[in-house]
Each structure stands twice: as C-alpha cells, then as structure tokens.
C-alpha cells in the first residue's frame, strides 16, 4: 500500500512538473528558439566540414573516388535535422509571441526560411557535385563546390542571426495582467460604484493603456500589460472618485489566485 501511494505521488509529481514546464514564460521560449538555431547551425557546420572533406580528397590529394556516398548521407542527414529545427524554431517564437505581445516573429520567421531554403538547395547541388566527380569534371565540380559552400555559410550566419534576436528579445520586459481593486479609507473592500474607467500612465514615456480597452474585457484589468512603472489612475464619476497611485509592475510582484497583480486604489465618495 505504501509503494503505490508512493507511485502515485510520483505520478501526480510528474503531472504537475509537466504542467509549469508547459506553460513556461516567453523566455523560456526563446530559449527553445535559440537551442532550436544552435541545432540548424551545427547541421550546416557538419555538411560544411563533410564537404572540405570531399574536396580535399578530390582536388589535394587527387583521389578520383573520393567517398562521395559518405558526403551525400551527411548531406541529407543534414537537411532533416535543420527541417527539424526549422520546426522548433516556428513554433517556439510563435508560443513566445503569445505570451507577450511585443514580440514580433517576423524577423525570426524570415531567417528561418532563409536557414531551411539554403541548406536545401546545398542538399540538391550536392548531387550534381557527385555528378560532376565521377565525370571527373574537375572545373565545373570546382564550382559546384563553391556554390554549396556558400549556401551552407550563408545559412550558418542566418542561424547566427536567430540566436542573436532571439537574446535580444529576452530583454523585452514581460506582460502582467493587472487588476485594480478598489478600497475605502479604512481598507474595506468597495462594491458598486460611479468610476467610469481605470487607465494607467508610464512613468517616463507618459503612454496612457486603460483598463478593459477591448470590448467584453474586464474593466479592472490590464492585460498584457508590459512591466514598468506606472500611475494609476481612474475617471471621477458624478459623486465619486479614487486616489491614483504609483505602482512598479514586474516579475517579482505578488499575483492573486488568477494570477493576476494587484493594485489597490483608495475610493473616495462625496
């Protein structure tokens, strides 16, 4: 009895571990797109080195059966890892973009188009530099070679590209959504009420986001609200108003059962 309560402890464990993993945070994405690019890049290097391999054999030490099959293997094992990459790197910056809407996948999107389109067309030329080998064509297996070497570089630096946005959108601040909640002098928790609005303003841009901005949102909430520091603020109804207050909204600010950060206006009444 105690090793199966022992076994489902473990169990619901996993369960919860694999929950938290699951939902992450947009960094945490980030840092899939980035693992995701270090792959492709590498997958490129190899058909690179398999490549100097080849031609070092058939030009330098003028063997005219270099192991050609041994670079077409890597060749296309090579472009299935980058497909694979390619893979984790579009869904990864779309999750990222999902969770904070200041990211932007376009720039990651188009270099990893460029990544998977160039070592594609260096998978397809490299069989007609076999072709061209095995004619003994040396000339035009010479540019071959060179055509290929140049797609695979400028995959690498495509790949190269993605690391470096992806890190650059780590520093994007995150988004909170941020609820007001309204108490009287005492700390008495308000109900009903004649605010006709909540907004908050960035302390340093002065950018004005109201609560609620999108039809059918929750007027005491901000959400997606980039971290910062802000004063918040609601419109005076006819006998009633709030104190506004500055708040700084960041990862370390206590969250509610929803997760949600919570800011307290004082409520004032006539």
């Not at 005219?64 to 890892?81: E, K, L, Q, R, V």
């Not at 497909?83 to 973009?97: G, K, L, M, T, V």
């Not at 928790?189 to 908050?200: H, L």
């Amino acid at each position: 009895m105690k090793s199966l309560l022992n076994t489902l402890l473990i169990l619901v464990a996993f369960a919860f571990a694999g929950q938290v993993n699951a939902q992450g945070t947009f960094v945490d994405d980030l840092n899939d797109v980035i693992d995701g690019a270090k792959d492709a890049r590498d997958a490129a290097k190899g058909i690179r080195s398999a490549l100097k391999t080849l031609t070092v054999d058939y030009f330098q030490l003028n063997n005219p059966t270099p192991n050609t099959a041994a670079y077409i293997a890597t060749s296309n094992n090579g472009f299935a890892d980058v497909e694979d990459a390619f893979d984790i790197i579009s869904d990864a910056i779309a999750a990222a973009a999902a969770k904070n809407p200041q990211i932007s996948t376009t720039t990651i999107d188009n270099l990893n188009d460029i990544v998977v389109d160039r070592v594609d067309a260096a998978a397809g030329e490299a069989f007609n530099l076999v072709n061209q080998i095995n004619a003994n064509n040396r000339s035009a297996a010479r540019a071959s070679a060179k055509v290929i070497r140049g797609l695979l570089n400028e995959a690498i630096q495509a790949a190269k590209a993605i690391i470096d946005e992806a890190n650059a959108l780590k520093t994007l601040p995150g988004v909170f959504n941020v609820r007001i909640v309204l108490e009287d002098a005492a700390g008495n928790p308000v109900g009903s009420n004649g605010i006709q609005g909540f907004f908050a303003t960035e302390v340093g841009t002065n950018n004005l986001i109201w609560a609620g901005a999108q039809q059918g949102q929750d007027p005491y909430v901000f959400t997606n609200l980039p971290g910062g520091t802000y004063i918040f603020d609601g419109v005076q109804g006819y006998f009633d108003g709030v104190s506004s207050t500055q708040a700084t909204i960041s990862s370390s600010s206590p969250t509610n059962g929803a997760g949600e950060v919570e800011v307290t206006l004082i409520y004032w009444s006539e």
